[in-house]
């Protein structure tokens, strides 16, 4: 017979029915209460096992992590914790679970642990809460933007270009590592003889294949996998991570404030109306973990209630002038409490600046915009000031910044002359100033890093904890 | 004021109202007429100008690639080809684009040339057609599984295994080309050196990871970028390109070819519905296209009549034996017009047999299923003979292998003996392993080229054409 997912037994359609589960065992007690899982939900569906006309031999094998196969009749349940569970008439196991080996023990693992055993973690309550609100959340992207006209543009992974400047590139090739690699006269490397005929690397930003695009088709995004080859061994980043980097003709910054602050409401509330047990579950682990810190460090809002201030609050919108005034001000500043004083104008914010601002001062989500053109990238729009560019971040309470996005220069002089000043190869983007030459518009973007809003959105703290298999600095394993 | 999409406005809601329309000019006649497009639709909305009333300085700048501003109202169309147009009162250039160097001119350009300007190829009908259909089945990807419950789940692109064995895999590193990587003491690379520590690639495929993941949350999907390097110089390889990796606990290879055949249906469905407009312009275009073929090498139909006939009529399933027998009784096998000639059980079917079975002999998409172990991967079930394994291929006309799948072995012992007899280092899959040594079950799982499909669906017949920036070999531009 067809099996009927654990989701759907739960909602109790199948009453009285004669029905088939499949799934994992999580727990198995008194020889009689099985608690199965089969990943379309958080919830287990109880198995009651008749154990006195049930071979000793069968039930010894009915272990944590077993696959088994039930069918029996779902009847509303008598315990407590659940509304239906199955009685069982027959049980198959599938595939057994040695207890002595299996690492997934019913008992609560370190995070590193679970790390080391990422191909088993998902089998958690808090990995399958997390990766499928990880995946709804991705849908929530691709449904905002179809329903509003972008396209969705696959950006290439592979490019030829190291001009973009948004971080160190890892590169690709075909070559030998061991010398043997093909040479030129002057004894550089012969790119021309690598796959691709020349250098290239993994990409860092599909934003300026994304402009071309969006000055054709007008509204466009990507969201794929982007790659950063720094040593940085932190708890938000990682050398593989997904963006997501909407591209919009004929939108100024301040349109794009606005794109960005109602895509990321859109999505946060999607997750909370599509994931209430999830997010339940991965609220009460958080209070659980939270219950070891000091109480001065502990969050100030349960999960779902950040999430729900999050929909509810204006994202606070401050110019860096302002933004360097608060900081100048500010207690921690003038105590020489932070590591880098803020003392003039012009000064790139650091991660603990940003956060006093988020986290103390504003106590809400925070877009700081203009920034100084020096400490942003070359294609931002200059500012009539001539000192600061179209820029914006937006900054989460325990995430930091969370979306970096601006206005782009479009005026192709001005471009050019920004690129000459800064050496890059205007031959190697000879394409992208084509934009500029040829029916140039305002327009303007930005990234969000997809693993940061599924660190908010799931409460969990190190984004290792929020992708399948992370890659970081000396870690690629599965 | 703000503005509003041409889509929107060739729907009538804004009729006689005063409007703002904003996007690049493709044509300008009689010093009147502006077709204005702006990658909301493939279609333009006509600006009709007062030209007596506009200076001459100014109409000079309405060429095309030029992006405007246009004020003016909205009212029904007296002439052909459209319902609504801009009676103009107010015209702002927004950025030049001087025609004698304007690379898109408003003629016809070959294929060739326009993947030479990938960036700007984007601004013809064609290939904002194709890119549009593009991103809709993409989301018809998404909704399709989400709907259904199946969980999206991003594989690791940066990959430690090379055991997948796919294909040639791209080197991801960080050490240099020029012999000076750090040596072990026996002369190899020290890898140990490398970002990873170890030695990394581009992924080939995300199905292992997706076994584990299937094996937890039931049912998964992966759609990222996968890589070859190979040197297939052909119209239907890159060696960049996404798939599209569904995997499901407690399916046998029947549910496996159920799943795929309903999967690509809905997905061609879902654009045969919402792009209407795209898709007749593409119908046109191969109908024009195919004039200069003899008339033997033409379709025998119609892009739509195409679509539907896959909509409206099951896949073919056939038995690779089957397909053998046919083969070796074909009259291009007894006329030896095969270059690879049939002639017993066991040959690995070239491209000339699979497309003389779906186009010539059964005249309908086909999937063939239980193929000789010894020319299928290592993970696939092997059958009750010991000399098939539960594999599947989808075939398509005009296109080739568009699906490849099949059952998972699921049993540790028979996976682990497949292993040791082909060299794959177990140590490095010990975490496949575990997904059989615990809980394992019956799974199964296929692979879609996302390309392939967006040909099909687009009549295109060279890849390079289907995505926006085709990487090949000896080619990484943009």
């Known amino acids: 017979m067809k099996h009927t997912k654990i989701k759907e037994l739960l909602s109790g359609t199948n009453a009285l029915q004669e029905v088939n589960v499949k799934g994992w065992v999580r727990t198995f007690r008194n020889k009689q209460f099985i608690a199965v899982n089969d ?6 569906i109880q198995c009651v096992v008749d154990f006195e006309n049930t071979p000793d031999e069968l039930l010894k094998r009915i272990t944590t992590g077993a696959a088994i196969s039930v069918i029996g009749t779902l009847v509303e349940s008598k315990g407590s914790g659940q509304n239906y569970e199955v009685q069982v008439s027959k049980i198959e196991i599938l595939g057994d679970s040695d207890p002595e080996k299996y690492p997934m023990q019913p008992k609560k693992h370190s995070l590193e642990f679970l790390r080391e055993n990422a191909h088993l973690r998902i089998r958690t309550n808090a990995f399958g809460a997390i990766m499928r ?30 001009a973009e400047g948004a971080g160190e590139m890892f590169q690709v090739t075909s070559l030998p590592l061991d010398g043997s690699a093909p040479r030129n006269e002057d004894g550089t490397i012969n790119y021309k003889e690598d796959f691709f005929a020349k250098h290239t690397n993994l990409t860092v930003s599909g934003q300026l294949e ?8 007008g509204q466009i995004y990507t969201f794929g996998p982007t790659f950063r080859a720094e040593n940085s061994n932190t708890s938000r980043h990682l050398a593989e991570f997904w963006m997501i980097e909407p591209e919009v003709a004929f939108c100024d910054l301040d349109g794009n404030m606005d794109l960005a602050e109602d895509f990321i409401k859109y999505v946060v509330r999607y997750a909370v109306e599509k994931c209430p047990d999830d997010l339940k579950f991965l609220e009460s682990r958080l209070l659980e973990e939270e219950k070891s810190k000091p109480a001065a460090e502990r969050s100030e809002m349960a999960l779902l209630e950040k999430l729900n201030f999050v929909l509810d609050n204006n994202f606070k919108r401050v110019s860096y002038t302002e933004a360097i005034d608060i900081l100048k001000a500010s207690k921690p500043n003038k105590n020489k409490k932070f590591q880098y004083i803020i003392d003039e104008w012009g000064a790139d914010l650091q991660s603990e600046h940003e956060r006093f601002l988020v986290e103390k001062h504003f106590k809400c989500p925070v877009i700081l915009f203009d920034y100084p053109a020096k400490i942003k990238a070359f294609y931002m729009r200059l500012n009539e000031d001539g000192k ?13 910044e969370i979306v970096g996005g601006s206005q782009r220069e479009e005026r192709y002089d001005v471009l050019l002359e920004k690129m000459q000043a800064l050496g890059i190869d205007e031959k190697e983007l000879y394409w992208y100033l084509d934009t500029r030459k040829f029916g140039s518009a305002v327009h303007s973007g930005f990234g969000l890093g997809f693993e940061r809003l599924v660190l ?22 599965f």
Chains 1, 2 share one sequence.
């Open 39 to 44: 990943g379309s939900t958080i919830n287990n």
């Open 133 to 162: 609100v990880r995946s709804v959340l991705a849908f929530a992207v691709h449904q905002y933007f179809q329903e509003r006209g972008f396209a969705y543009v696959n950006t290439p992974i592979i490019t030829g270009s190291d």
């Open 210 to 217: 994304g402009e071309a695009y969006a000055m054709a088709l």
């Open 388 to 400: 600061t560019v179209r820029a914006m971040d937006i900054l989460f309470p325990g995430i930091g």
């Open 456 to 477: 908010f959105v799931t409460g969990m703290t190190n984004i290792r904890d929020v992708i399948p298999f992370p890659r970081t600095p000396q870690n690629a394993e």
